[in-house]
């Protein structure tokens, strides 16, 4: 393939994507979880707490139709969001669009908690068997059980979409991309200029432990990423702490830049208002996936006969993974200035910079250590919400056919184009939100009616123990 036929590729996926993520599709996502909150009268958010107890298993019972606890779903639905979104995909944004895209994802943050708490609890309340009559969920179910037959070309939109959103290409790319430039080039392994070789070995490497563990199916990965998951934001919120301790002084001026040019935009590209809000819902819902519908196969999966339990448990990704982590990397990349010294740089390598600064000798390993860590469990749980949806389409008996395909885009995925990856996964992330937002706006009521029954009895619940008491 020329290199007129790849920039031409690069050229008509970036249109693609920049189309799909136009003012349409932000007022759906942002508009639709502002909708969510007040339709809600943000009362989920009063139930944190309740949440937390949800995960520690006080309400769980084995015998619940279902696959995984609802520890594991969460931990398997944030190891698909908690992925190099969360540190390529943060220093995209603040090279595009400035730091004020940060205030905006902040922004798809909280309304999306509300989305969250939709969109999973009707995962569970409209599960659906497939073709081996295995009880599943996800938003093409939802579509099929809660609005009927008809709608199925809505739901086999969601999974063609989500079929190649879920590919690892991006996660390969990045990761690949930080282990040459940290390991490989300094060893002498790889130049800037001839690394084709060291990139196809490493990313073989990755692809075969990634098939060691999807061989496990839904269980395995939940027993995994509830393990790792905790560990990677522990590791970063300490390699953050370190950093907010060493630029204590200038954390009031960060935030101060990050909402004034949240309406201001001068530092974003063009320097514009608008840049900066676009920049940051689509970063925001690509790391967080509220509206997008992904984390809601890995939702559906629990075991409960209680579908607003598992909305309530959902709402802690937004919260985690962007709020927590996406927080911690656009302070690492602002506090230490590299997004205006260091401006030609981009994605994993911006923030891998920032660290540097911080950790002029480990910094590079302990982030390798991360973003590895990162980009194992999203590429094993996007295996899941990719193979599920292939089922969906073709027969759970022939979904199996997906999976070498998949393991074999980790290694195209490493060698590729970032400007080719970025706009095919920003474009179908895109595309699915549109059938799961609509799906989640009409079957809203649902939701209401069964918030409203389920958290009476738990406030019942309450006061008889307190009365006891």
Known sequence: MTDNTLKQI???????????????????????????????????YRYFGHAVDLLRGKYSDPNDPGHIPHSQALATALSGTLGLG??????????????????WMWVTAIVGVATKFYTASLSVMFRGHDSLGILRGGPMYVIMQGMGKRWYPLAALFAVA?????????????????????????AGWATSEQHFTFDVIASATVAALVTLVVMGRIERIGRLTVRLVPTMV???????????????????????????????????????????????????AFSNEAGIGTESLAHGAVKTTQPIREGIVAMIGPVVDTLLVCTCTALIILLTGVWQSDAGLEGVTLTARAIE????????????IMVGLLSFSTMVSMWFYGVKCAGF???????????????????????????????????????MAIPTMISTLVLAPKVNSAAKEYFAKLRREKLAEAELD
């Open 393 to 431: 389409l073709f027969g759970a008996e022939r979904q199996h056919y997906y999976t070498p395909i998949y393991i074999s885009l980790i290694v195209v995925g490493a060698v590729v184009s970032m400007d080719i990856v970025n706009g095919l996964i920003l474009g179908t992330y895109a595309t």
């Open 10 to 44: 690069e050229t008509f996926l970036n249109a693609w994507a920049d189309l799909m993520w136009s003012t349409p599709l932000v007022v759906l996502l942002v508009g639709g979880g502002l909708f969510f909150m007040i339709y809600s009268r943000l009362q989920p």
């Open 357 to 368: 600064q911080v950790f002029p000798v480990t910094g590079i390993y302990l982030l390798l």
């Open 86 to 103: 969360n540190i390529a995909g943060v220093a995209i944004a603040i090279s595009i669009g400035g730091p004020g895209a940060v205030f």
């Open 162 to 186: 989500c079929m190649i959103g879920a590919l690892p290409i991006f996660q390969a790319n990045q990761f690949i991309q930080l282990l040459r430039d940290s390991v490989a080039i300094p």
């Open 234 to 284: 522990i590791l970063y919120l300490g390699m953050t702490a370190v950093v907010l301790y060493t630029y204590s002084s200038d954390i009031p001026a960060v935030f101060l830049l990050i909402v004034t040019d949240a309406f201001t935009g001068e530092a974003a590209a063009g320097g514009s208002v608008g840049a900066a809000i676009m920049i940051g819902v689509r970063r925001g």
